[in-house]
């Protein structure tokens, strides 16, 4: 099964909860003592204690390697949570918390650790989670002995099984969509990893989390700046002017660039060398910038290494043009080419069709007008 997997670019971790036998000599034991891997109390000792929520002045902190904070490399979830509107609502400032304090790989229990989440619930948490660093959806079928371990009896908090293919089609397809969605903006999520700063300067992202919802109440900042916010699905501009109420939850700002991969793969190692797209939103002054982050995608950050690709530039979609160039080339590599482009004018939406460019050297685009 293994072996199966690998082959398909799909990688397999094992996960234990952190219960170390606290033993001299024992190796793991010693290099977490030496190398201060151990969670704190607010005296400096190593925290010992029942498995339940701990004090809130533990400290989580390993200490720099090569320069880094040790946070900028750590991974936490927000802890067993339930099948509940209510548990899904506080998971999104549990986060932004923990981003904010520097903790930015974090994420909660998809659907919930107890109870069984119907369609609903199921559908607006990976709709919700699609958009956090970890997405992570638990199936509780754990059996405990009883206090005589002479037999072995059924926790009162196992779930029915809820992977996404044992919904109804309906439910299946949105689920589906909700993991291609988050998949498309990969490459976006790693190069916000590797920037550390997950600010919300690109995307804004107000989810649904009460039952029967159709819409949502979003507020939309910048109004002293006349920012300008687009729906990342029609690209429809909406100048930032308080609230707003809408059925979509996504915005993207007016002068970011995001890169997407549309390709639909059976693993993220697959898409390796698919092509991007790159997704221009025009501020008022017509202007927009934006990164991309490549790598090996396995090793530490390394800023002197170069990183050989053969992914390559399909689309630029360029969003709020009010003056459509009428030509646009490519130079890289000292050749110029001709490019394709489409403007559909319902919303000012201005295509450019495979430029073909290799992102593994410069280039750029010029438009005449």
Known sequence: MVANLTAKG???VVIVDPHIKREAGYFVHEDCLEKGYYIK???GKVFNGPEI????????????QDGQEGLAYAAVWTGDNSAEWGHLAVTVPMCLSLSAAGISFCGADVGGFF???????MTRWYQTKRREPWLYEPSTTALLRDANRRRYA?????????????YEPST????RDANRRRYALMDFWYTLFYEHSIDGNKLLIKPVVEPGATSVKVYLPGAD?????????????HPAAGYLNQPVTISKRGGSIVPRKERIRRSSALMANDPFTLVITLDTNGTAEGTLYIDDGETFVNDKAHYPTRAWLERIVIAGIKAP????KLTQKEKTTALQMTLHKGNNVLVVRKPAASMAQPWSITFGY
């Open 10 to 12: 799909r990688k397999l």
């Open 115 to 121: 109870k069984y989440p119907e369609h609903e619930l």
């Open 225 to 237: 700046s006349s920012t300008l916010w687009y729906d990342v699905d029609t690209y429809q501009a």
């Open 53 to 64: 929520t701990m004090p809130k002045d533990c400290r989580h902190y390993k200490p720099p």
């Open 325 to 328: 160039p009428k030509t646009a």
């Open 172 to 175: 299946t397809a949105l689920l």
């Open 41 to 43: 109390d607010k005296d």
């Open 154 to 166: 059924l926790m009162d908090f196992c779930t029915t099984r809820r992977e996404p293919w044992l």
